[in-house]
């Protein structure tokens, strides 16, 4: 997903890994689309979908949060319009305003230095 993919350490992924990612975050973008909710979404299941390890997918992401802003970042570059379940996922993990289509423009107080009392 990502042209120039890097593990967690910032090394350059070699094929097999790329191929692992890639693996891993179609099987995270699925279980989004079928509507698993939000504290559902597992690692263990995305990589036992993808036929990886546990171990493969903390090579690559932190956690789940980290691994779908990584599927938003990627659906931003391609300009490609998220379901409103994924859309929902993604405002809760505070990305709004975020480049994904569809997503709502980051809201700013009124008066962000509380002077208008």
């Known amino acids: 997903m990502n042209p120039v993919a890097r593990s967690r350490s910032g090394a350059l992924l070699g094929k097999k890994a790329r191929v692992t990612r890639a693996a891993i975050l179609k099987a995270l973008q699925e279980d989004i689309d079928d509507g698993v909710p939000w504290r559902q979404l597992s690692a263990t299941d995305a990589a036992r979908a993808a036929g990886r390890s546990i171990a493969s997918f ?3 992401w932190p956690t789940v949060e980290a691994a779908v802003i990584e599927i938003a970042n990627d659906m931003a570059a ?3 319009v ?3 379940h994924f859309r929902q996922i993604i405002v809760l993990l505070g990305v709004e305003g975020h480049d994904v289509p569809g997503l709502p423009e980051p809201q700013v107080p009124d008066d962000p230095e ?3 009392k």
Do not use: D, F
């Open 58 to 60: 903390y090579q690559h």
């Open 82 to 84: 998220p379901s409103e």
């Open 114 to 116: 509380g002077e208008g």
């Open 78 to 80: 391609r300009k490609t």
